[in-house]
T-cell receptor
Framework: EAGVAQSPRYKIIEKRQSVAFWCNPI?????LYWYQQILGQGPKLLIQ????????DSQLPKDRFSAERLKGVDSTLKIQPAKLEDSAVYLC?????????????FGAGTRLSVL | GENVEQHPSTLSVQEGDSAVIKCTYS??????FPWYKQELGKRPQLIID???NVGEKKDQRIAVTLNKTAKHFSLHITETQPEDSAVYFC???????????WGAGTKLIIKP
């Protein structure tokens, strides 16, 4: 079974620039999550999709972050404009629910450095 | 909402000894408790989980215990090995909303 795919693996940008991350979940997984993980901290949920609908985006900084999952499969997360404090690893995870009972499978992440 | 606290933040043990990491949660409705291991620069990986209908679960050298009354759960690693060195995260969830609330992580260091 192929895992959760993310790209790019690394991205370096200057502040105020824009950046986009892509995630392709495990085939058949209905739920998709985007997390932000700052160095030395646990993952922080940014947004949760169920198929192509948003379940929870309460922690997404909507003035600069946006995400979509138009066809209910792959997803993109965008930051525009980026700030220094956005430097982090952006993790995508998927879950097959409901049978999975919340088991989440993670991608390798995109490490973003904002200079 | 749910809040998960994890202790200690760093744990150093001699190779071969046991390691215990503890977490507490606040929402009594939480009923699913996974543990993830994250090696440096890699993705979090599920190592063991427990649901609220059991008090203990074991998988080889790893075990998790759950005390619903006290609202805490613990990860136990016996006969630690160098490859156990990593950051370990606990999490809690209410199965109906498919969200995990994460602890801050414990950096486990295995001394040779």
């Amino acid at each position: 079974e192929a895992g959760v795919a993310q790209s790019p693996r690394y991205k370096i940008i200057e502040k105020r620039q824009s950046v986009a991350f892509w995630c392709n979940p495990i085939s058949g997984h209905a739920t998709l999550y985007w997390y932000q993980q700052i160095l030395g901290q646990g993952p922080k949920l940014l947004i949760q999709f169920q198929n192509n609908g948003v379940v929870d985006d309460s922690q997404l900084p909507k003035d600069r972050f946006s995400a979509e999952r138009l066809k209910g499969v792959d997803s993109t997360l965008k930051i525009q404009p980026a700030k220094l404090e956005d430097s982090a690893v952006y993790l995508c995870a998927s879950s097959p629910d409901p049978e999975s009972k919340n088991i989440q499978y993670f991608g390798a992440g995109t490490r973003l450095s904002v200079l | 909402g749910e809040n998960v606290e994890q202790h200690p933040s760093t744990l150093s043990v001699q190779e071969g000894d046991s390691a215990v990491i503890k977490c507490t949660y606040s929402d009594s409705a939480s009923n699913y408790f996974p543990w993830y291991k994250q090696e440096l620069g890699k993705r979090p990986q599920l190592i063991i989980d427990i649901r609220s209908n059991v008090g203990e679960k074991k998988d080889q050298r790893i075990a998790v215990t759950l005390n619903k009354t006290a609202k805490h759960f613990s990860l136990h690693i016996t006969e630690t090995q160098p490859e156990d060195s990593a950051v370990y995260f606990c999490a809690a969830s209410i199965e109906s909303n498919y969200q995990l609330i994460w602890g801050a992580g414990t950096k486990l260091i295995i001394k040779p």
